[in-house]
């Protein structure tokens, strides 16, 4: 199923029930990327968690691993819904490695369960003209269980990724 930005969807519709895979990709001219997966909480108790996709990380981190990284154009991420318990949500987002409307690319957001695509997001420089970094989607706990949501929401600068999402710009590591 393609998802159009703006459209949220159940994840049990796309039937993913269990352990699941995103991976993010970015293809075209544009400048070496950074993909991040921010974990947040409902409770305001705990800040959010930043883990960067874009280096090797071992184990699991609040529900989120990073998993086989290829260089700066592609990132994949393993999700397991059962340890997505604590979590309200995880925002999928993306920091261009220099200043905005330098290069063209798409970004290519899959939802894979044992390599099977269940669903898939798309966008293209033409939707986040000017704009440096953006969030792709948002896989969030909803009273009917999880979802998915085509976020598609671009910022000129850094600072604004940080400030939508609710993290400190630091956050970003080098960004």
Do not use: N, W
């Not at 691993?65 to 700066?72: K, L, S, V």
């Amino acid at each position: 199923m393609d998802l159009q930005r703006g459209q949220r969807v159940a994840l049990a519709d796309l039937g993913l029930t269990g352990a699941f895979d995103v991976a993010l990709d970015l293809t075209g001219t544009a400048p070496a990327a950074r993909f991040y997966a921010v974990l947040g909480h409902d409770d305001g108790k705990k800040p959010p968690v930043v883990v960067s996709l874009a280096a090797p990380f071992d184990g699991r981190a609040d529900g989120v691993r990073a998993q086989r990284p290829a260089g700066a154009t592609q990132a994949q991420a393993a999700l397991d819904t059962a340890l997505l318990g604590e979590q309200a949500r995880v925002t999928f987002a993306v920091v261009l490695g220099s200043p905005a409307g330098q290069g063209a690319f798409q970004a290519h957001l899959r939802l894979l369960e044992e390599g099977r695509v269940a669903g898939r997001i798309r966008f293209h420089d033409a939707d986040f003209e000017g704009q440096r970094a953006f969030i792709v989607a948002q896989i969030y706990r909803a009273s009917s269980g999880l979802r998915c949501a085509a976020v598609g929401q671009g910022v000129a600068e850094v600072a604004g990724l940080a400030s939508a999402i609710g993290v400190d710009r630091a956050s970003f590591e080098g960004a």
